[in-house]
């Protein structure tokens, strides 16, 4: 019984130094915290001007590819006008037999491409792959660092290259 009674005395001593060790953790945290904010109160100012800038950046961004979609938009319809060759319209079949078999061909859900590599630029043709008669819709003639070719000149040698013209 005495056993019984020690122990209980001992859990009793033991539980209320866990309570005293506890709030004086509480009590430091809290300084802690207090001396922190005190030491850097623009914490919060320099969160939202980050956030501000963040935003600038992204209509800054925004604009920048706006701007490049309707220059590659404008050179992809210079480009057209100045091609000597127009492929919309024509089959597959017509230029696998005009032009040999394509270096990729690739089918991506209701788009259907084919790629036309020579030394220089690339070729790519758009068909519609929704419809049963694919005929071309689009095409674009690119560098070999993708970039559209926009001089007639340089159309001119692409042609050369795949034998398109003399």
Do not use: W
């Amino acid at each position: 019984m005495r056993l019984f009674l020690f122990l209980n005395l001992f859990i009793f001593i033991c539980g209320c130094t866990t309570v005293e060790v506890t709030k004086g953790v509480i009590k430091v945290t809290d300084k802690v915290k207090n001396s922190v904010e005190e030491a850097f109160p623009k914490n919060k100012e320099i969160k939202s001007e980050k956030k501000e800038s963040k935003e600038e950046e992204i209509k800054k961004e925004k604009k920048i590819i706006e701007d490049e979609q309707k220059k590659q938009k404008t050179i992809i319809e210079t480009q057209q006008k100045l091609a000597e060759i127009n492929f919309i319209g024509k089959t597959e079949d017509h230029l696998n037999s005009e032009m040999g078999k394509p270096n990729l061909s690739r089918s991506d859900g209701s788009v259907y491409v084919l790629r036309y590599d020579s030394s220089g630029c690339r070729l790519f043709l758009f068909f519609n792959n929704k419809i049963d008669n694919k005929r071309v819709e689009f095409f674009e003639i690119r560098n070999n660092l993708g970039e559209l070719l926009s001089s007639k000149q340089s159309l001119e040698q692409c042609y050369r290259e795949f034998k398109l013209i003399k």
